[in-house]
């Protein structure tokens, strides 16, 4: 790990600080990650894989990492209307990242119980 990549530099000016904009929050992770494991999700689908968000707060996050351009929205013309979520290439980038927060937890896990 680089000391250097805080060391003299405001903290909000650094990498960390802008990865951490990007995906904190309550659910964004756990979107990222389902949608790494499902591939492409309907909004529904998104829904019921992440029991106890709400509508607000799904929709709120889907189009933080929408803007952030982490994940893709398509939207088929049809009724009932059909959305669509995925990853986009800069979203799958992240995701070897969040797969060592996994396996760090697993690893870590029983060691706290």
Known sequence: MK????????????????????????YKMFILYTLMEYGVVR???????LAGISFKTLTSSLKQLEADGLVMRKEYPQIPPKVEYSLTETGKSLMPILDELCEWGDNHRSKNQ
């Open 3 to 26: 000391a250097d990549c805080i060391k003299d530099a405001k903290l909000e000016e650094t990498g960390f600080s802008y990865t951490m904009s990007l995906i904190q929050g309550k």
């Open 43 to 49: 909004y529904n689908e998104l829904k019921n894989y």
